[in-house]
Antibody, heavy 122, light 107 residues
């Protein structure tokens, strides 16, 4: 059974940092592109970042470029999102999601984690 | 950035009724359009991929159609468990984008 389990969310002040993790199990993690998406309270879904199976291709939304960094450790079956210079508008539930692709970005998102809440407030 | 516009934003429907949700893209995206269902306090679940391809385990009452800029999600014979928000998603170009969502309520 495919499982994605996010952790690392919490309350942080504007300008602060957080590192989110996503532990994957039930599939060969090293052969899939992975993504981070977010959903602000009561709002819709927003794509944040993607990383190919071997980390060669990395993409970030303009709204987080230069502040967030996606990475992965295939030996640990884990995906990460380093979030720096956090802003109030980054407040959201952050989801990791699998794309059934070795590389590239043209794909559905077939499995999602349960999400972790990041709150940015003074 | 490709903008996806869903209609309607909200729909109140009686059980067994047919539901149609449309998603219009601001430019052609071929069939790189996917549909998700999100129930309250849950993560999104993939319903339809590449406009019309069914997903294993998803009830057959859910179907999708369309290509280019106009897409439709149809729920035949709505059931109470289908109360949820529905989102379209395009993966044709970066940034990947989502529609604003359609909330389906059961009367």
């Amino acid at each position: 059974e495919v499982q994605l389990l996010e952790s690392g969310g919490g309350l942080v002040k504007p300008g602060g940092s957080l590192r989110l993790s996503c532990a994957a199990s039930g599939f060969t993690f090293s052969t899939y592109t992975m993504n981070w998406l977010r959903q602000a309270p009561g709002k819709g879904l927003q794509w944040v970042s993607s990383i190919s199976s071997g980390s060669r291709s990395i993409y970030h939304a303009d709204s987080v470029k230069g502040r967030f960094t996606i990475s992965r450790d295939n030996a640990k079956n884990s995906l990460y999102l380093q979030m720096d210079s956090l802003r109030v508008e980054d407040t959201a539930v952050y989801y990791c999601a699998r794309a059934p692709l070795y590389s590239g970005y043209d794909s559905d998102l077939d499995y999602w984690g349960q999400g972790t809440l990041v709150s940015v407030s003074s | 950035e490709i903008v996806l516009t869903q209609s309607p934003d909200f729909q109140s429907v009686t059980p067994k009724e047919k539901v149609t949700i449309t998603c219009r893209a601001s430019q052609s995206i071929g069939v790189s359009l996917h549909w998700y269902q999100q129930k309250p306090d849950q993560s999104p679940k993939l319903l339809i991929k590449y406009a019309s391809q069914s997903i294993s385990g998803v009830p057959s009452r859910f179907s999708g159609s369309g290509s280019g800029t106009d897409f439709t999600l149809t729920i035949n014979s709505l059931e109470a468990e289908d109360a949820a928000a529905y989102y379209c998603h395009q993966s044709s170009s970066l940034p990947q984008t989502f529609g604003q969502g359609t909330k389906v309520e059961i009367k």
